[in-house]
């Protein structure tokens, strides 16, 4: 049968031709066209029958032909080949990318040609092509953000090494200032990763407060002079008489957007100057269009990077980022923060020239059209006497428990320390505390769940307690305060930091108190107390007794190691058994033996008084046995 005859059969126009969207050629083994349907006018431009007679290989870009050769010749030998990728020539002369499967005529009808069922795949090239960019923006990034973060922390780790060198006091305060600018930079870096997650998460919130722009920009521009006069460039700004007014939304963001501008705009600027200019675009309806301009004289973008400096991971060259640094970060938070309050950023740039950001934003006009502005006092606690404040230290990490535990000392708090949430519960339980400074993330019980237990305590449930977290996203700061915790606390966190969350916004005052009242002083020693069991499992008398049952069974086991560890001076193993056993007399209430485990587990971990620790251990024995007697009485006979 010939080509011809073929592709006028009734049953291919009807089911692959007539009925399909796909393009359809019929080509012979040489690659002449004796076929192909309407679909090619759609999407190659070519009308009805006008290839017919060409060559396919004519129509195919430079780049895949021998491709397209070598797989014609090996389809020769194959019933059937599946997605092959070529480009095509179209009628206005642009390629676009299509993918075949040839059907083998050879096989079924003796025929030497191919049916080739083409696929426009041009869209899909693009966005795996869209999809790699963004791969390797963001594998860019992640070794920016390395590369960023291990500078700030490298430096710190150098300084911290000389400080132990014994260095002069100019050296010491030289080093010190190191320090403190490297974990400046850490801040910066690590805000904006959690504002971009704030951002892309929705869970960013907007303030709609009064400010004024007069009050607002010089402070602000005023921080940048001394870098400005470092490098030699000056810095101005201008604003419309128009916009000295009351103006309602969230200052705070809005400073974050210029500080961002007025950042790059110095980073990049090597010589000339940055102008700042805000003026009112326009009235209506009670709201100000304010416009605000940040122009410099620096190195500018190329223009075919201008559509991507907006996007996340991305600076306008890698190039960039080794020479200047950043997160490639700062552009996207503030394109973000401008359309999340209904405004625009537009740039114009020329490189080695300059550029200007312009960001328009309508704000609600408040009622007052002018405001003076007055020096803010800084406002002065008197009369809190911070060395009768008793606080409760709860942090696994020893790093970070010195830190705190230092500010403390330095206002001469009484302080206690615990490791855990459990440890936390324990000191709770037998002492009067001003405030809990809560660490979240913490082995054996983290804080989430020793707040709770805190707060189902009768004598406890209302000292204010503190989260010291890393996790600073509003997701983790919702669930601190679902906790039971009264308000957080984001590390790295300086003195005043500390200083302002307890005496200004939380006015913790002492009480002068040291101990707890007569009436809620714990039992004796052999006296369990099931309350805390009863409150962390909502009174569930099965678990209740799951757990009694359980001590019952393991502690005589435990008591008869600890022993046969002390006669043979193990002294580590018998600390390692008192760890152990410490946690299960916490669920039974019985605190007053919990000293006497706390005090066997140190001085056997020291090594010390370990001529006391044998008639301490005998004496606990005895003291568990009779506990164990009067426990036994509530299981409940099966």
Same mark, same amino acid.
């Given at each position: 049968?010939k080509?011809?005859?073929?592709?006028?059969?009734?049953?291919?126009?009807?089911?692959?031709?007539?009925?399909?969207?796909?393009?359809?050629?019929?080509?012979?083994?040489?690659?002449?066209?004796?076929?192909?349907?309407?679909?090619?006018?759609?999407?190659?431009?070519?009308?009805?029958?006008?290839?017919?007679?060409?060559?396919?290989?004519?129509?195919?870009?430079?780049?895949?032909?021998?491709?397209?050769?070598?797989?014609?010749?090996?389809s020769?030998?194959?019933?059937?080949?599946?997605?092959?990728?070529?480009?095509f020539?179209?009628?206005?002369?642009?390629?676009?990318?299509?993918?075949?499967?040839?059907?083998?005529?050879?096989?079924?009808?003796r025929?030497?040609?191919?049916?080739?069922?083409?696929?426009?795949?041009?869209?899909?090239?693009?966005?795996?092509?869209?999809?790699?960019?963004?791969?390797?923006?963001?594998?860019?990034?992640?070794?920016?953000?390395?590369?960023?973060i291990?500078?700030?922390?490298?430096?710190?780790?150098?300084?911290?090494?000389?400080?132990?060198?014994?260095?002069?006091?100019?050296?010491?305060?030289?080093?010190?200032?190191?320090?403190?600018?490297?974990?400046?930079?850490?801040?910066?870096?690590?805000?904006?990763?959690l504002?971009?997650?704030?951002?892309?998460?929705?869970?960013?919130?907007?303030?709609?407060?009064?400010?004024?722009?007069?009050?607002?920009?010089?402070?602000?521009?005023?921080?940048?002079?001394?870098?400005?006069?470092?490098?030699?460039?000056?810095?101005?700004?201008?604003?419309?008489?128009?916009l000295?007014?009351?103006?309602?939304?969230?200052?705070?963001?809005?400073?974050?957007?210029l500080?961002?501008?007025?950042?790059?705009?110095?980073?990049?600027?090597?010589?000339?100057?940055?102008?700042?200019?805000?003026?009112?675009?326009?009235?209506?309806?009670?709201?100000?269009?304010?416009?605000?301009?940040?122009?410099?004289?620096?190195v500018?973008?190329?223009?075919?990077?201008?559509?991507?400096?907006?996007?996340?991971?991305?600076?306008?060259?890698?190039?960039?980022?080794?020479?200047?640094?950043?997160?490639?970060l700062?552009?996207?938070?503030?394109?973000?923060?401008?359309?999340?309050?209904n405004?625009?950023?537009?740039?114009?740039?020329?490189?080695?020239?300059?550029?200007?950001?312009? =960001?328009?934003?309508?704000?609600?006009?408040?009622? =007052?059209?002018?405001?003076?502005?007055?020096?803010?006092?800084?406002?002065?606690?008197s009369?809190?006497?911070?060395?009768?404040?008793?606080?409760?230290?709860?942090?696994?990490?020893?790093?970070?428990?010195?830190?705190?535990?230092?500010?403390?000392?330095?206002?001469?708090?009484?302080?206690?320390?615990?490791?855990?949430?459990?440890v936390?519960?324990?000191?709770?339980?037998?002492?009067?505390?001003?405030? =809990?400074?809560?660490?979240?993330?913490m082995?054996?019980?983290?804080g989430?769940?020793?707040?709770?237990?805190?707060?189902?305590?009768?004598?406890?449930?209302?000292?204010?307690i503190?989260?010291?977290?890393?996790?600073?996203?509003?997701?983790?700061?919702?669930?601190?305060?679902?906790?039971?915790?009264?308000?957080?606390?984001?590390?790295?966190?300086?003195?005043?930091d500390?200083?302002?969350?307890?005496?200004?916004?939380?006015?913790?005052?002492?009480?002068?108190?040291?101990?707890l009242?007569?009436?809620?002083?714990?039992?004796?020693?052999?006296?369990?107390?099931?309350?805390?069991?009863?409150?962390?499992?909502?009174?569930?008398?099965?678990?209740?007794?799951?757990?009694?049952?359980?001590?019952?069974?393991?502690?005589?086991?435990?008591?008869?190691?600890?022993?046969?560890?002390?006669?043979?001076?193990?002294?580590?193993?018998?600390?390692?058994?008192?760890?152990?056993?410490?946690?299960?007399?916490?669920l039974?209430?019985?605190?007053?033996?919990?000293?006497?485990?706390?005090?066997?587990?140190?001085?056997?971990?020291?090594?010390?008084?370990?001529?006391?620790?044998?008639?301490?251990?005998?004496?606990?024995?005895?003291?568990?046995?009779?506990?164990?007697?009067?426990?036994?009485?509530?299981?409940?006979?099966?």
């Amino acid at each position: 049968m010939k080509l011809q005859n073929y592709v006028r059969k009734g049953s291919f126009y009807e089911a692959v031709v007539e009925d399909g969207s796909d393009i359809i050629f019929v080509v012979d083994y040489s690659g002449e066209i004796r076929y192909h349907n309407s679909s090619t006018r759609e999407t190659l431009g070519y009308r009805s029958k006008s290839l017919i007679g060409k060559n396919f290989f004519d129509y195919i870009s430079p780049g895949s032909l021998e491709f397209i050769r070598k797989t014609f010749a090996t389809s020769q030998k194959r019933a059937y080949t599946e997605k092959i990728e070529f480009q095509f020539l179209c009628k206005d002369r642009s390629y676009r990318f299509l993918e075949f499967n040839a059907i083998n005529l050879k096989y079924k009808e003796r025929i030497n040609g191919f049916i080739l069922d083409c696929r426009d795949i041009t869209q899909r090239k693009k966005d795996e092509a869209e999809l790699v960019r963004l791969q390797k923006a963001k594998e860019q990034f992640l070794a920016n953000i390395s590369h960023e973060i291990r500078t700030p922390i490298n430096g710190i780790a150098g300084m911290a090494n000389l400080l132990s060198q014994h260095p002069t006091r100019e050296e010491r305060e030289t080093y010190l200032d190191a320090i403190r600018h490297s974990a400046e930079n850490l801040k910066v870096i690590i805000n904006d990763i959690l504002d971009l997650a704030a951002i892309e998460s929705g869970k960013l919130r907007f303030e709609k407060i009064a400010f004024n722009l007069k009050d607002l920009l010089p402070s602000l521009v005023s921080t940048f002079t001394y870098q400005a006069k470092e490098k030699k460039i000056s810095i101005d700004y201008s604003i419309d008489e128009k916009l000295n007014r009351i103006l309602l939304g969230d200052p705070v963001r809005l400073n974050q957007i210029l500080i961002n501008l007025i950042s790059n705009a110095v980073k990049f600027t090597h010589h000339g100057s940055i102008n700042i200019k805000c003026s009112e675009a326009k009235e209506h309806r009670g709201m100000s269009w304010v416009n605000i301009e940040v122009t410099d004289t620096g190195v500018g973008i190329p223009k075919e990077k201008l559509n991507t400096i907006f996007e996340s991971f991305s600076q306008a060259d890698a190039s960039v980022t080794r020479r200047y640094g950043g997160t490639g970060l700062g552009l996207t938070i503030v394109k973000q923060l401008v359309e999340l309050q209904n405004g625009r950023i537009h740039v114009v740039s020329r490189e080695h020239t300059g550029s200007t950001f312009s =960001v328009l934003i309508p704000y609600q006009i408040g009622k =007052v059209k002018k405001i003076t502005k007055t020096p803010k006092q800084p406002q002065k606690l008197s009369g809190i006497d911070t060395a009768q404040l008793h606080v409760l230290l709860v942090e696994d990490n020893d790093i970070n428990r010195l830190y705190a535990k230092s500010i403390l000392k330095n206002w001469q708090c009484y302080i206690d320390v615990a490791e855990n949430g459990l440890v936390a519960i324990e000191k709770i339980k037998n002492n009067f505390y001003d405030v =809990v400074l809560m660490d979240v993330q913490m082995p054996v019980m983290d804080g989430y769940e020793a707040t709770k237990a805190i707060r189902s305590m009768h004598q406890s449930a209302k000292v204010p307690i503190i989260a010291l977290t890393a996790n600073a996203t509003p997701g983790d700061v919702e669930k601190c305060l679902l906790a039971g915790m009264n308000d957080y606390l984001p590390k790295p966190f300086t003195p005043e930091d500390l200083y302002g969350k307890l005496f200004k916004d939380l006015k913790i005052r002492p009480a002068f108190k040291t101990s707890l009242p007569e009436n809620n002083r714990r039992p004796t020693s052999t006296t369990y107390n099931l309350d805390y069991l009863r409150n962390i499992s909502g009174n569930n008398s099965e678990f209740i007794q799951e757990m009694i049952t359980t001590f019952l069974q393991t502690l005589p086991g435990i008591l008869s190691e600890m022993k046969e560890a002390t006669q043979s001076s193990s002294w580590e193993k018998l600390s390692r058994l008192a760890h152990q056993i410490k946690p299960s007399f916490t669920l039974m209430g019985l605190d007053v033996l919990r000293t006497t485990i706390l005090f066997i587990e140190e001085h056997g971990k020291a090594g010390t008084k370990t001529d006391e620790l044998p008639s301490v251990l005998e004496d606990f024995t005895e003291k568990c046995n009779a506990v164990l007697e009067n426990l036994s009485k509530e299981v409940t006979p099966v």
